[in-house]
């Protein structure tokens, strides 16, 4: 990111990461080695932010916080300080290596005097405090923003509110831990299986809306903010979503009543899921927190497609 004199709002991925459990590390290891650990795994973020074009705004104690002008290269750089740090020789405690974290999320900032403010620094800042030892966390505006290749490798886990917004944000975890996502994703492209398909038509009361990779992933809830406004009192804010990776179509439910499937629209395979996923295949019947009923305002008709 280019220094800035005066405010300017420019659109970047922020990104966060910290050491986990640094404080143990102290305790464990003593002050000067402890400091001296903290500061490899500094150097770590700082060497994967510049290598993937990013820029180190700042570090506070064991934290770091980048910019980077794309999204894809935010996750590049976060994908290999996970890896770079999970696999050091000289980052482990007792046998066990050192863990960070990460948050990242892309949105608008003010950047001014080699600094940067707004709503999305707090987001993505957000973000890193829900990821675990060892997990990229992001939003759905920077999964937004990636190709297949690293869409592929997210998967929405939970919702969290977030400071200033009314409304619950999705979390999606990134997969880094799969050796070389690229090479994996461009072989599943090349190797289309029967069972894989290019697009899912849904039809709900008079609205007809496609998932495909235009519009990877459609949301289904009471709120107004969903793709798909469906109301009800078994139907929560955000319901269930589904998903387009590798040719497949995932339903991922996150309601309190659940989300039944019917195959074929009939007499079919029925399936029930709260809280978890299923791959949708075929055609049939979803229904929000009922069993599927043809005519219901609740039950949503779908069928998956190839070209």
Not at 154 to 164: E, Q, S, T, V, Y
Request: proline share 2%.
């Amino acid at each position: 990111m280019a220094a800035q004199s005066m405010g300017e709002d420019v659109e970047l991925a922020v990104l966060f990461a910290d050491v986990v459990g640094s404080t143990r590390l102290y305790e464990r290891m003593g002050d000067q080695r402890a400091r001296d650990m903290v500061a490899l795994c500094i150097d770590v973020m700082r060497g994967a932010t510049e290598h993937c074009g990013g820029t180190v705004i700042k570090t506070m104690g064991d934290e770091v916080m980048a910019t980077f002008p794309s999204a894809e290269a935010a996750l590049n750089a976060a994908a290999q300080m996970q890896k770079q740090i999970s696999a050091h020789t000289q980052l482990r405690v007792e046998g066990q290596p050192v863990s960070i974290r990460i948050g990242c999320h892309y949105g608008p900032v003010v950047a001014e005097s080699h600094d940067i403010f707004g709503s999305t620094v707090h987001t993505a800042n957000r973000m890193t405090s829900q990821a675990k030892a060892g997990q990229i966390i992001i939003t759905e505006a920077t999964v937004g923003q990636l190709t297949a290749q690293w869409r592929s490798a997210c998967r929405l886990i939970d919702n969290a509110p977030i400071k200033g917004q009314r409304t619950e944000v999705p979390l999606y975890e990134v997969l880094w831990q799969v050796d070389d996502v690229t090479s994996m994703v461009r072989m599943v492209g090349q190797d289309v299986d029967r069972s894989s398909f290019t697009r899912l038509r849904l039809w709900w009361l008079d609205r007809e809306l496609l998932v495909d990779e235009q519009r990877p992933i459609l949301t289904i809830g009471r709120a107004d903010e969903n793709d798909l406004v469906v109301k009800g009192n078994l139907v929560s804010r955000l319901h269930a979503r589904i998903e387009y990776a590798r040719h497949k179509f995932t339903l991922v439910d996150h309601s309190t009543n659940g989300t039944f499937v019917r195959e074929g629209g009939g007499g079919g395979e029925e399936a029930f899921v709260r809280r978890d996923s299923l791959q949708l295949k075929g055609g049939g019947l979803i229904s929000l927190g009922r069993m599927p009923e043809a005519e219901s305002a609740q039950t949503i008709r779908f069928v998956c497609e190839r070209d």
